[in-house]
């Protein structure tokens, strides 16, 4: 049974931090492309970071240089470490796992539907 499992998600202030996880197991996580997704209210569901079984990363401009996605492959778990977070990164935030492991190095746009597998998510508020 696939299970994806976030926490790490809370109320914080602006310029503040949180660190999400994704505890995974029922697939072969090492194997597959890793993404965190996020959704607001009325809004459609954006893709944040990206990172693939070599440890290549990519990420939305808005989140670049405050946001860092890594894997522990022994403890099939994913990581966001959020820095300098601003009210519009205030959202559901959900981790997901495509087979398409090759996306990043094939330049190919990464959207939610070259997922198969989602969990349920983490709110993360960010007040002013």
């Known amino acids: 049974q696939v299970q994806l499992v976030e926490s790490g998600g809370g109320s914080v202030q602006a310029e503040g931090s949180l660190r999400l996880s994704c505890a995974t197991s029922?697939?072969?996580?090492?194997?597959?492309?890793m993404g965190w997704f996020r959704q607001a209210p009325g809004k459609e569901r954006e893709g944040v970071a990206n990172?693939?079984?070599?440890?290549?990363?990519s990420y939305v401009n808005s989140v670049k240089g405050r946001f860092t996605i890594s894997r522990d492959n022994a403890k099939n778990t994913l990581y966001l470490e959020m820095n300098s977070l601003k009210p519009e990164d205030t959202a559901m935030y959900y981790c997901?796992?495509?087979?398409?492991?090759?996306?990043?190095?094939?330049?190919?746009?990464?959207?939610?539907?070259?997922?198969?597998?989602w969990g349920q998510g983490t709110q993360v508020t960010v007040s002013s």
């Open positions: 990172i693939d079984s070599d440890d290549c990363t």
């Open positions: 029922g697939y072969g996580f090492s194997r597959y492309l």
């Open positions: 997901a796992a495509s087979p398409h492991q090759n996306l990043l190095h094939i330049g190919l746009k990464v959207i939610p539907d070259h997922f198969t597998y």
